[in-house]
């Protein structure tokens, strides 16, 4: 897959799991508001987990062989990808976990920690000067 066509299906992704948050975070309002709705934060967290996982998937393995190609830069940016992604899914399960209204009130700061995650990947790992089709590899003369 082209860099170029591996950024537009990752953003893609990051626009999908906005979506999810702002049905999520709609839901979980309702929650705390009282309303009888555990049932359907439940749905909407299982849809989330699985977006979240799959493209936290995607991303590793999109993006590793990709950067991998930039001698320089390539090892620590998948090191720091690695890291954030890990850090990211330890504080992702830990505000999951719980009895729905506590999980509904950590629901916004989640949201929040997970779209400014998204928007320095999109700064960063998944800028178009990063994922670049003209790639040039310079030969170390091997």
Known sequence: ME???ARALLLSQHDR???LFNEIQHVADRVLAGE???AELQEVLARLRVAFAEHNTSEEALLEPILRLDYAWGPPRIERMLEEHAAEHASFRLSMAGPDLEVAARMA???EDIDAHMAAEERTF???GVLRDDCVLIDDGD
């Open 109 to 111: 700061e989640l949201i």
């Open 3 to 5: 860099p170029s066509q």
């Open 126 to 128: 998944l800028s178009p």
């Open 36 to 38: 009888g709705v555990a």
């Open 17 to 19: 799991l906005r979506q």
